[in-house]
């Protein structure tokens, strides 16, 4: 049984080590927010923790409860006897204890230099998915907005595929910065303005499509209402929303979707992955339905929103 690669599957071991310490043969009942709220912990980690172990065969799920049977232990023992020999209070401890931290959130956590590599490496990756989404929606003679564009990789990707497409991306000031190093660099007119998702202050400008690629699993749901709310003040009835995610198609698959998970939960706190189902149920509350969903790659799907107005 080799692991050796699998950085968010020993995270997941270490943490329900830590919160269940559970008998070999007792039944681990659905979340209780109650007792996992004393670990400091919020819902989206534990979900995210149990939907891994599911996923890896290191934990058993019945369609109400999981169970730990002695298979599961010993796969989990395994793993945790490599944790112990490599690293036994250094990574996974720190992970824990950002896992706990209420204020953690990743961008936040950046100091200049490690937001501007991050930028950087954000374009060629989000490029390589703006070829593929250029397959399947025709942006020429549209205006664009994207928000939490970062250095503009999706955008300039559909600019190369789309004649007289004005788009304009919203962020911080460092992506904004990186941004326009990459507009010269590629003789791309992308307007970059710094602003924030929550407070968005553009004029009253009407957008054919606005694009939210990798920026609502940042958040719990909340959250993700008040910047669509921003969004619908930019929107008439013919706007369409395209919202790019990992999206999962249910509680443990995809297996690849599912292991970004802990991982997102943690580094940005409150952030869970969805369903479809579960983003209709968020759309509807701003009069939005899902018109297609576009399997991009293994890891991301596009879904097409429609107004229902």
Do not use: W
Not at 6 to 30: H, K
Not at 72 to 95: A, G, L, M, R, V
Not at 186 to 199: G, K, Q, R, S, Y
């Amino acid at each position: 049984m080799n692991y050796e690669n699998y950085i968010e599957l020993y995270e997941a071991v270490y943490f329900f080590n830590r919160i269940n310490g559970t008998d070999s043969n007792q039944m681990i009942q659905p979340f209780n927010k109650e007792e996992i709220g004393k670990l400091g912990l919020n819902e989206s980690i534990y979900k995210s923790v149990l939907r891994i172990l599911v996923a890896n065969n290191l934990l058993d799920y019945n369609g109400s409860s999981y169970t730990l049977s002695s298979n599961n232990i010993e796969k989990q023992q395994h793993i945790i006897e490599n944790i112990i020999n490599k690293d036994p209070n250094k990574q996974y401890e720190e992970f824990f204890n950002k896992a706990t931290n209420e204020t953690q959130f990743f961008f936040d956590s950046l100091n200049t230099s490690e937001y501007e590599i991050y930028s950087r490496c954000n374009f060629p990756n989000t490029f390589r998915i703006g070829k593929v989404v250029g397959q399947y929606i025709d942006l020429s003679n549209r205006k664009v907005l994207e928000l939490g564009g970062n250095s503009g990789g999706l955008g300039s990707a559909l600019l190369t595929e789309n004649e007289n497409c004005q788009y304009t991306i919203i962020d911080t000031e460092i992506p904004c910065k990186i941004g326009n190093e990459f507009n010269e660099i590629n003789e791309l007119n992308i307007l970059f303005i710094e602003d924030n998702v929550f407070e968005l202050t553009l004029s009253k400008e009407i957008y054919d499509c606005i694009i939210l690629m990798n920026l609502l699993h940042d958040f719990d749901d909340c959250k993700c209402l008040e910047i669509l709310k921003n969004c619908i003040k930019h929107c008439d009835q013919h706007t369409k929303l395209i919202i790019i995610e990992d999206i999962l198609e249910d509680e443990f698959h995809p297996k690849e979707v599912v292991m970004h998970g802990l991982r997102l939960s943690v580094e940005c706190r409150g952030g869970i992955q969805r369903t479809e189902e579960e983003f209709a149920d968020i759309f509807s509350k701003i009069d939005y339905e899902i018109e297609e969903s576009i399997k991009l790659n293994e890891v991301h799907t596009m879904l097409i929103m429609n107004s229902q107005v």
